[in-house]
């Protein structure tokens, strides 16, 4: 009891050294006497036992609090072990609660082979992640080993193989197949002259494709010497299968004039029948022609459009 203030006993009027049983007895004895509830009728003396009663609360609880030091056990660990240098300058004993030290403690200040092998342990796992990461980033987006290019080309090159050798035997989506070879210089040198003569044959054979890639090829000028109206009669070939970008090339060839009479009710037929396949740039233009059209050429191109649309392909 060293640190118990004089004024506190005095006001439970006790002695130095009691203990906690004689705190509680002198504490209920001055609570029965000076309990405020007891002088109701006379005011004055209400108010000295309200004033009487926070001190004897107040030296009650600072005794108790001396007189029960709190010691910190704690479940599933070893009892606090006495640690003299831990104890105040009043001499009160100090009691200092030791852990065992755990994995990965060290970064609580606590160090020992558990400690350690924790802490190696979780670097170890934190290396493995970030490899197995990296390693997955760089199979999705690193450019290919040259064992996979290798392997890449000689697919590639027995792909073409085989669809030259199909193409020989006259099936029209193996000439295209080889005229597109020749014309993106994919798994051959690019040659566009023996790409058209490649879809010049799957054309001939009706291939859709092929016509409007050769009507393209005329067009431009590149592979054969340009000529709109050959460019014209394979765009029409096409656009008749319902080819949306031979129909789509034939609209813009009858709106300039080139290789074809002017005829916007063409024109308008054509756009309209490619912007319901689907073409992405069909329907901006039609729209845009239709302001230049008069009535009259306006009812030709719807009349033709209902024509072709009963004559070309059901879309599958």
């Known amino acids: 009891m060293g640190n118990q203030v004089p004024n506190h006993l005095e006001t439970l009027a006790l002695q130095p050294g009691a203990s906690a049983e004689e705190i509680k007895r002198a504490y209920l004895t001055l609570v029965k006497r000076w309990h405020p509830d007891r002088f109701a009728h006379d005011p004055a003396q209400q108010k000295q036992a309200e004033e009487r009663m926070k001190a004897i609360n107040v030296a009650y609880e600072a005794l108790v609090g ?3 030091p709190e010691v910190p056990f704690q479940r599933t660990t070893p009892a606090p072990a006495y640690d003299p240098e831990a104890a105040d300058k009043s001499g009160r004993e100090a ?6 030290p755990t994995a990965f403690a060290f970064w609580r200040g606590q160090t020992g082979l558990m400690s350690w092998a924790g ?11 970030f490899w197995f990461v990296a390693d997955t980033v760089a199979n999705y987006y690193a450019p290919p080993f040259a064992a996979d290019s290798l392997r890449h080309e000689a697919k590639l090159e027995a792909v073409v193989a085989r669809t030259r050798r199909a193409a020989e035997q006259g099936e029209p989506w193996a000439m295209f197949n080889v005229g597109s070879f020749y014309y993106n210089g994919r798994g051959v040198p690019a040659n566009l002259a023996e790409a058209a003569k490649w879809f010049a044959r799957a054309a001939q054979a ?11 090829l005329y067009a431009k000028g590149t592979g054969v010497g340009q000529d709109y109206a050959a460019a014209a009669s394979w765009f029409r070939a096409a656009a008749e299968q319902g080819q949306r970008d031979a129909q789509h090339n034939l609209a813009l060839l009858h709106r300039s004039g080139l290789g074809v009479p ?24 039609r729209d845009a022609l239709v302001k230049e059209m008069t009535p009259q050429q306006l009812a030709e191109g719807q009349r033709r459009l209902q024509a072709a649309e009963l004559r070309m392909p059901k879309r599958k």
């Open 119 to 129: 802490t190696i342990v979780l670097g170890l796992i934190s290396l493995i992640t």
């Open 262 to 285: 002017v005829d916007f009710a063409e024109a308008f037929q054509w756009w309209s029948l490619a912007t319901a396949a689907g073409h992405p740039a069909a329907g901006s233009l």
């Open 66 to 68: 001396e007189a029960r």
């Open 206 to 216: 009706g291939e859709p494709n092929a016509q409007s890639q050769l009507g393209l």
């Open 95 to 100: 009691y200092a609660h030791r852990e065992r």
